[in-house]
């Protein structure tokens, strides 16, 4: 049971305050908030990280090519090695991989790996959507593109309108439990979100998610470390990623072989045959509403085209449901879209710490981290658990 | 340490791909690096790429160029913003683990529709430095100056290194600058291009790309006859101010082969050839003595990056260069250095043997 | 955004990738540029006493904060320079000019800027400079206009009206904008080319697959799910069906024309095995669906260009409908390995 190579723990998690607007610190100071709080909360200081890895989207966001040149030494790496990865919006989850993978290649003991964005100093649809030469320019931001997905799928499960709509709003209640969340909306009903400007028909623009600055980092370690930790520590119980090509012919969008595939490779690592009932928590990467069903049912959690009754009844929900699906509030609630992936890795290892705070799912012992990217077409996963594998 | 190998690589380099895009580019040369070792992607274990985005003047420009790799059924991948050459190292670390015995790492870069040494500019800290766009050629001259002031070399010696290169290139079908005549004198006549340096002390920019396969132990010794064994690799970042360095030293690159040296079991000096990764002579002169190259070392046998230095690839291919060595015979034990960073940041060694 | 033929008939485009960043500065870099805009340089000190300028939140060292700020003085020593003839597009200089690493008097490292003089002769490392300003500054590192040999930059300062009187009220500089222009220009691959001046003839091409027959439209030149060449051409139908659709509410950056709602589609010409984006009109939004048969409408023949702009929308045909399992990609799913799938 595991994956092979050396066992990997998380010894440390830290986050900062996701807003539209860091507008009191630099980049620099962003990303060490979230990396000081994670050393801190694994007992550790700059001297005992043996490299780091960073991850983050287009270089375009900040205007700053090749970031971790810069921060190399705001991360307190200097003389040390640092990796940067790039992988869409996967890029949090896979950058916590290749960070886990370096301990279990057992090249190093500790090491930081951080996501971050700092959406703030450009514009998201700009920054996303760059006009091209000879291109007609017909669809705006990622919602122009999931829209079709979305719409594909609810022709073909059948699913009731409002599903997305039940999403959005179990996130957003979620979220006011989550301190670190951007959006806190106490007030807001579900009619609101109903009622909520169609942007991308289907998609209101209650169901998407909010632009954010932030960063999300994590302190990872080898088995013996892990085993020294005066704390509870989230055990590694299984690591993928897969990629897949854009647009091709027989390309199943709704529900792509990549995802299919990257989760039958993590579930069969950590030893899992039912995740519905051996997961306690899940955090899944869910910028548009429905996507929490087209997961559901593409990660073998709901049977195909019945991912949207387990929103219907409750049963992703915090309160009664048997599995809770982003208690953080989810990238809904807080997308600084580089560390977006890699806060549902850290949040995932944080519910089976039992360091969830307000949206601790009680007794959670094995959880799911996740996040795509591109075309929906590019996985990160991972599997994390309260014992050691 | 798990035994890796470099078994097979493809690379092209012009001076521009006018009517090419990056992934026309790279259909060729991934398919050749992965059929001259009778491999399909369905062999592959593991692909990992390296790219730039300010590059190519769009976002998410790597989603695009996977299509040349034949990403159906999905493939396990990952791709690094940053040199091929630390793409590369993903891969190894990825071989280490042990749960896959084959890689495809590949890394491309087009920067002739662009400004390149403008471009640069935006790598620089973003506050106190890029808005004064200082571009790439006359920060690596601010660099050369301080050398040349601190007594470590001289401009004729830094010609002599250009003179090695472009005489080495002679025969590199990727090398843009080759010269089988070129002298110190051609080249002390050139006219400055970024004061102290001239065009010839200034990499050739080139457009290109470089696709590798891995395989770990005895699958590598299956798919070719003479493996080039990955016995060290190691990378290490500096402090990213010009002000905050001594320029005139490059302690990341001393690191880094030192760690890898650690792994080797041979040091970085104990080598045949070395394929190094700079901007101008005057990187080149800094790398030899941070690597303590000696004269019995035959640096830069392809020309080096001063002959073609495709941005983002020129790490990859020199990885490329060094094991095409040690395949041939030519090498016993070869250095392969990529970098980068203004003034030669962030620097990577790996150290390679045939058996 | 269209681009016109050279006068050899190929395309290309500037490609200006452009924004006006802003960028929040945080206490110590914004105490730097607070410092500029007051006419001030200073750095931030370690606490071994080493000044580091520009000021840096962080010991590059040790990764440990650095937060005390000092003034070191406007005078200084050139560490290293250069000489910049052009200058750079986008730099703040119009004349060329030196750029220096500059170690002001009080610093222990040394900060870049521009030395203004004539010629590369009248520069030289060690030579003694002087910081001169701008009059109206902001709180930029350009508020600098650069360094001048030490005791000739009296003139222009005073001439600028530097004495700028610290107002005690004035906040500390929170943000700055840091523009950013690059241009590229723009050429389309060969494929694309021949794609595009085929549309000047109302024709449509796609890329055929060496492997299986699948055709790929527009034509890239791949066959992204084998990982090979495609360079056969074929050409396509004007007809095809929506395999799928999104109505658009928000208005898009660069289409002022385009009133909201309008409705993007995945086109499947017939022929063609992938789909591709197109603008659906000619009917009401509300009976858009999916598998819905359509046919280009295209430009008047006197406005035809070597563009994909040419089709101004697909309408409906008001021929039967692909049924909803076979349109789009997934009609490839239901065919037999190296069939070519012919919708309807």
């Known amino acids: 049971m595991g994956s092979l190579g050396e066992r990997t723990a998380v010894l440390g998690v830290g986050q900062t305050r996701y807003q539209s607007t860091r507008g009191d610190v630099s980049i620099a100071g962003l990303v060490r908030e979230a990396a000081l709080r994670a050393l801190e909360d694994a007992s550790c200081t700059w001297a005992d990280i043996d490299a780091v890895v960073i991850g983050k989207a287009p270089d375009f966001f900040e205007g700053l090519m090749m970031p971790e040149l810069f921060l190399a030494d705001a991360l307190g790496c200097v003389g040390k090695p640092i990796l940067r990865v790039h992988t869409a919006g996967s890029v949090g989850g896979s950058t916590a991989l290749v960070a886990a993978s370096l301990i279990q290649g057992r090249i190093h003991r500790r090491v930081l790996t951080l996501g971050f964005e700092k959406q703030s100093e450009s514009n998201a649809t700009w920054a996303l959507s760059l006009p091209q030469p000879f291109s007609v320019s017909i669809n705006a931001g990622a919602g122009g593109y999931f829209s079709p997905i979305i719409r594909r799928y609810m022709a073909r499960s059948g699913a009731p309108e409002l599903i997305g709509c039940m999403v959005a709003f179990k996130d957003r209640r979620h979220a006011l439990r989550n301190p670190y969340a951007h959006l806190h909306q106490p007030d807001l009903t579900f009619d609101q979100v109903v009622d909520a400007p169609m942007l991308w028909d289907p998609i209101r623009f209650s169901e998407t998610c909010p632009s954010s600055d932030g960063a999300c980092a994590m302190v990872l370690g080898d088995e013996a470390t892990g085993d020294a930790a005066d704390g509870p520590v989230a055990w590694v119980h299984g690591t993928a990623m897969r990629s897949e090509a854009n647009n091709f012919p027989g390309r199943d969008e709704v529900n792509p072989q990549a995802s299919r595939d990257c989760a039958v490779d993590v579930f069969s690592q950590a030893g899992i045959t039912d995740p519905r009932s051996e997961i306690d928590a899940v955090e899944m990467y869910v910028p548009f509403s429905w996507y929490e069903p087209m997961w559901l049912e593409s990660l073998g959690f709901a049977e195909p085209d019945r991912g949207w009754r387990m929103v219907e009844d409750g049963s992703t929900g915090m309160d009664g449901g048997d599995l809770p699906v982003n208690c953080s509030g989810g990238v809904l609630s807080s997308n600084p879209i580089g560390a977006s992936g890699m806060i549902r890795f850290a949040e995932a290892a944080l519910q089976v710490r039992g360091m969830a705070g307000d949206h601790q799912v009680d007794g959670a012992r094995r959880a799911f981290g996740h996040a795509y990217g591109g075309g929906a077409q590019y996985f990160a996963m991972w599997v994390v658990g309260a014992d050691k594998p | 340490m798990r035994e890796v190998a470099v078994v097979s690589s493809a690379v092209h380099q012009v001076e521009a791909l006018t009517f090419t895009t990056d992934v026309q580019l790279m259909v060729p040369l991934i398919n050749q690096a992965r059929d001259s070792v009778g491999l399909t992607q369905d062999d592959i274990g593991f692909t990992c790429s390296g790219s730039s985005d300010f590059l190519a003047g769009q976002g998410f420009s790597f989603v695009q160029t996977l299509d040349a790799v034949g990403a159906f059924p999905p493939i396990a991948e990952s791709h690094v913003e940053m040199d091929g050459a630390f793409a590369l190292y993903e891969a190894w670390v990825k071989l280490q683990i042990g749960e896959v015995d084959t890689a495809l790492v590949y890394s491309y870069g087009k920067s002739s529709p662009g400004s390149r040494r403008d471009v640069l500019a935006v790598q620089l800290d973003p506050y106190a430095m890029a808005p004064l766009w200082p571009d790439a050629h006359s920060v690596a001259a601010l660099q050369a100056r301080r050398l040349l002031e601190s007594g470590g070399v001289t401009l004729g010696q830094l010609a002599e290194i250009a003179v090695r290169s472009q005489r080495n290139a002679v025969g590199n079908p990727n090398a843009l600058r080759a010269s089988a005549d070129v002298t110190v004198d051609d080249v002390m006549a050139d006219a400055v291009v970024a004061d102290p340096l001239r065009a010839a002390d200034l990499a050739a920019e080139a457009d290109g790309g470089c696709a590798v396969v891995l395989a770990a132990g005895h699958r590598a010794r299956e798919l070719c006859d003479r493996p080039a064994w990955i016995r060290g690799i190691d990378h290490r970042v500096d402090a990213h101010g010009l002000g905050v360095r001594d320029l005139t030293r490059s302690p990341s690159a001393a690191l880094a082969a030192a760690r890898a040296a650690d792994r080797a079991g041979f040091e970085a000096d104990a080598v045949d050839v070395a394929e190094l990764h700079a901007s101008s002579t005057a990187q080149v002169h800094l790398l030899t003595g941070e690597l303590s190259l000696g004269d019995d070392v035959r640096i830069d046998p392809s020309g080096g990056s001063l002959a073609g230095d495709t941005l983002m690839a020129a790490g990859l291919v020199r990885i490329a260069e060094a094991a095409r060595q040690v395949a041939s015979g030519d090498a016993d034990r070869a250095l392969a250095h990529a970098s980068s960073g203004p003034c030669l940041q962030q620097n990577l060694v790996c150290l390679l043997e045939g058996e | 955004m269209t681009g016109v033929p050279d006068e050899r008939g190929r395309l290309r485009a500037d490609l200006v990738i452009e924004y006006p960043f802003t960028r929040t500065t945080g206490p110590v870099v914004g105490a730097f540029m607070t410092g500029l805009r007051d006419g001030r340089i200073v750095g931030s000190r370690r606490t071994d006493g080493r000044v580091f300028v520009p000021a840096v939140e962080v010991d590059p060292e040790t990764g440990d904060a650095i937060t005390e700020i000092v003034e070191v003085g406007s005078t200084g020593v050139i560490e290293t320079w250069t000489w910049v003839d052009p200058p750079r597009p986008g730099s703040p200089w119009e004349d060329p000019h030196g750029l220096a690493l500059v170690r002001l008097d009080g610093a222990d490292t040394p900060m870049l800027h521009g030395v203004l003089v004539e010629s590369a002769d009248d520069m030289a490392t060690g030579m003694r400079v002087e910081a001169v300003w701008k009059a109206e500054r902001v709180g930029h590192i350009t508020d600098l206009k650069g360094f001048v040999p030490e005791g000739t930059g ?191």
């Open chain 3, 154 to 344: 009296q003139a222009e300062n005073s001439a600028e009206g530097t004495e700028r009187a610290v107002d005690e009220t004035d906040e500390a500089v929170r943000s700055i904008r840091t523009p950013i222009r690059l241009e590229y220009d723009f050429i389309p691959s060969a494929a694309a080319q021949e794609y595009l001046h085929a549309y000047a003839d109302k024709r449509i091409l796609g890329n055929r697959s060496p492997v299986d027959g699948a055709v790929f439209v527009p034509p890239r030149g791949v066959d992204p799910r084998h990982g090979v060449a495609a360079t056969e051409m074929v050409e396509l139908a004007h007809t095809g069906h929506v395999g799928n659709f999104c109505v658009t509410h928000l208005p898009i950056p660069g289409r002022d024309d385009l009133p909201t709602p309008y409705v993007s589609a995945w086109i499947h010409l017939d022929g063609a095995d992938i789909g591709f984006l197109g603008l659906v009109a000619g009917c009401d939004l509300d009976d858009v669906r999916i598998g819905m048969r359509v046919r280009a409408v295209w430009k008047p023949d006197e406005d035809l260009g070597a563009t994909a702009e040419n089709v101004l929308y697909w309408e409906p045909t008001g021929d039967p409908d692909v049924p909803v399992d076979r349109a789009g990609n997934r009609a490839w799913r239901d065919s037999a390995p190296g069939e070519v799938v012919e919708d309807a």
